[in-house]
């Protein structure tokens, strides 16, 4: 046993180096104290990037450790590249962040958060058994009502930290009770076994379905789907930009990644497989297609309305946040291997034009003091690079060409109507409409409204090539999406049952 451990512990060299660099990060508040703000944030960089070559060294790895507790595969290895850039770019925009100055003797606090976080989500993309579900989603959600309510200052962001925590707790306690009912059914906590147990016939559905809307309580509220999603615009316009901006794209594909998961590996009728290639065969009498067909219907609905009478960037980026979990949601309904990979795919476009986005409105925060949709008029005389910029995001937020944002909807909606969800697709195309709405509202402030002020503002050669580093894989990957089409339909590809 203790030799099966000491092995394990090789595979998860990543999640330890980050727990390392965690506490140095800590620690930078006393040897770095007076010396330089940017020690914390150096050094959480640093961890990334150490981190970052071990799950490089990790490629093509297909293991189950731990006593199949974790895995290390094909799929987790997609989540954590996504979740390694995503916390580069996090620390690099906060330490431009005028926001974070006011409490800038907490610098390493914060950081080490990020680090916290990105430890859970890790453990979220790996996680094969439930109370490791529970444990890692445990792990991102304390960071994340830390986060939420880091500058404290700010009334709002109190205020934010506690409607996160008093859902994160209901939620969470959901969630643990279906986790118990599953084991007191099967008497396993691991994710394969309950799939033999299913595959017995012996257990009784009735109860399976109260334990699995359970589960989806507490994963619903992690992607902020419908109707789950309520603590997401307060606490998204409550937190600072950078918080905002992490929150929306780490917590929702860490929750995503655990929800393909448990349902892949759970529910999957093992037998049926090699007569259905690339299609997922549910046990009978578990056909979860409509309710989560339902849920991405309601999801992406409620958010582009609500959307629409929003005058706050940060909360209209909220509700644009809740729609795209109902996007992507739509991939899941499909139960193949082609939607799967059409969710991966639009978690790589979905990274780069939120997050830029949100480092738009970091940008515009800093430098006019506004969060206002009115304050972004005659951004496009005043600062046509970053109004340019921010066109090019929102443009791929709502999936128009030639953006990489329109291949990841694309995708979406091929797999729909290749398994016959057409009306689903419908809606879904009806829905990118509304959103054209409230995102043509903030280029038309930009470009058609005069400013007071003309004075040219700029935001210097570094934000403007941080800003470009975003924005040209937003059309690039439009003109050349194989390499990542291929990474994503490989990682579904290795991706299932043992």
Not at 209 to 216: E, G, K, R, S
Not at 420 to 440: D, E, K, M, P, R
């Amino acid at each position: 046993m203790a030799q099966t451990i000491y092995q394990s512990f090789g595979y998860i060299l990543p999640e330890t180096v980050l727990s390392v660099f965690f506490i140095l990060t800590l620690l930078t508040a006393l040897v770095g104290k007076g010396r330089s703000k940017y020690l914390p944030a150096y050094t959480a960089l640093l961890g990334f990037a150490v981190a970052g070559v071990l799950v490089f060294l990790q490629l093509g790895t297909d293991e189950l450790v731990f006593s199949g507790m974790y895995a290390v595969d094909p799929f987790s290895w997609f989540f954590k590249i996504i979740f390694l850039v995503t916390g580069i770019l996090i620390v690099i925009f906060s330490m431009q962040s005028r926001e974070l100055e006011a409490v800038s003797t907490k610098y390493a606090e914060y950081y080490s958060l990020i680090i916290s976080l990105t430890i859970g989500a890790f453990f979220m993309a790996g996680a094969s058994n439930l109370l490791m579900m529970y444990l890692s989603l445990e792990l991102v959600s304390i960071s994340s009502y830390i986060l939420s309510g880091f500058t404290k200052e700010n009334p709002r962001a109190d205020e934010a930290s506690l409607k996160y925590v008093i859902y994160g707790a209901f939620s969470s306690g959901l969630m643990l009770y279906g986790i118990s009912i599953l084991y007191g059914l099967t008497g396993e906590l691991n994710i394969y076994a309950f799939n033999q147990a299913l595959a017995s016939g012996t257990l009784p559905q009735v109860t399976i379905l109260v334990a699995i809307v359970l589960m989806l309580a507490g994963l619903g509220y992690k992607i902020s789907a419908v109707p789950f999603h309520f603590w997401t615009p307060d606490v998204y316009e409550g937190a600072p930009v950078t918080v905002t901006a992490f929150l929306s794209v780490t917590s929702k594909a860490a929750g995503f990644a655990m929800l393909i998961r448990f349902f892949k590996i759970g529910f999957i009728d093992v037998a049926a497989q090699p007569v259905m290639a690339g299609m997922w065969e549910l046990f009978r009498g578990f056909n979860w297609t409509d309710i989560i067909a339902v849920l991405s219907v309601l999801t992406m609905t409620v958010g582009n309305l609500v959307a629409l009478w929003q005058s706050n960037m940060k909360r209209l980026l909220a509700y644009s946040s809740i729609a795209h979990a109902g996007y992507i949601l739509m991939g899941f309904v499909t139960l193949t291997d082609q939607g799967i990979s059409a969710m991966l795919m639009y978690f790589v476009a979905y990274l780069l034009m939120n997050l830029g986005a949100f480092y738009v409105v970091m940008l515009v925060a800093n430098k006019y003091h506004t969060e206002d949709i009115e304050g972004y008029s005659g951004l496009g005389y005043r600062s046509p690079y970053i109004a340019f910029a921010l066109t090019v995001f929102l443009f791929s937020l709502t999936g128009i060409p030639p953006t990489f944002g329109f291949i990841g909807k694309l995708y979406l909606f091929a797999a729909l109507i290749h398994t016959n969800y057409i009306w689903l697709a419908v809606v879904g195309v009806l829905n990118s409409v509304v959103s054209l709405y409230y995102y043509v509202k903030v280029i038309r402030n930009m470009y058609l409204v005069q400013p007071e002020d003309k004075t040219r503002v700029d935001f210097g050669f570094g934000t403007n090539l941080l800003m470009t580093i975003l924005m040209v894989p937003n059309i690039a990957l439009m003109l050349y999406f194989t390499p990542v089409l291929s990474w994503a339909q490989h990682s579904v590809l290795m991706f299932g049952l043992r």
